[in-house]
């Protein structure tokens, strides 16, 4: 069965410094890959995606970036947060043939700029 | 683009039905819906394709109106485990990623 990871659960860093996260799926392959931010009570926001190895997609304008430098890897990365980067960031992954398209989320990790 | 969901928040008694909206501007491929209990991951429920079909998970069942681009999400007889926060998920006919609403909070009381 598939599953998906996802690390740090929490994280708490000061402006201005980098930041990594790492989201690994296991049991599938070439799968698309996902980053989504929640701020605290909101919707989910599309960051980045990514269809396969090398090949970002971005959403929004900022200063987050994204990597998949392997197949099942996706990474999350920014050189200096902001507060406004405060948030839940989600890794999810999907089947790349259609229909079944449903998205399956990591367990998330609470980010806190300080 | 967005989608559009409302409302924003429902407070139910156990048993009781409820509907969940979603709209977008744009021509859509799918619709999916989504639960997430506080503090953790969102869950699938259900995706529905274009051609207007229905679909159920227990209690819980969904129609998409392709031509309207809109799509409701019914919840029959609530049960305390209902509580949480639906989100609908959107997949345009260019199929890019999933593009989520800001979500509608539901809590279900004794």
């Known amino acids: ?114 | 683009q967005q989608p559009v969901q409302s409302p924003q928040a429902v407070i139910l008694r156990e048993g009781e039905d409820a509907v969940i909206n979603c709209s977008s501007s744009k021509a859509l491929y799918s619709v999916h819906w989504y639960r997430q209990k506080h503090g953790e991951a969102p869950v699938f429920l259900m995706i529905l394709l274009k051609g207007g079909e229905q679909k159920g998970h227990e209690k819980i069942s969904a129609s998409f109106n392709e031509k309207k681009q809109q799509s409701s999400l019914y919840l029959t007889a609530s049960q305390l485990s209902y509580s949480g926060t639906y989100f609908c998920g959107t997949e345009g006919t260019g199929r890019r990623a999933l593009t989520f609403g800001s979500g509608t909070r539901l809590q279900v009381q004794p």
């Open chain 1, 1 to 114: 069965s598939q599953t998906i990871h996802q690390w740090p659960a929490t994280l708490v860093q000061p402006v201005g410094s980098p930041l990594s996260l790492e989201c690994t799926v296991e049991g599938t392959s070439n799968p698309n890959l996902y980053w989504y931010r929640q701020a605290a009570g909101r919707g989910l926001q599309l960051l980045f995606y990514s269809v396969g190895i090398g090949q970002i997609s971005s959403e929004v304008p900022q200063n987050l970036s994204a990597s998949r430098p392997q197949d099942r890897q996706f990474i999350l990365s920014s050189k200096k947060l902001l507060l406004s980067d405060s948030g839940f960031y989600l890794c999810a992954w999907s089947v790349t043939r259609p229909p079944n398209t449903e998205a399956f989320f990591g367990q998330g990790t609470r980010l806190t700029v300080v």
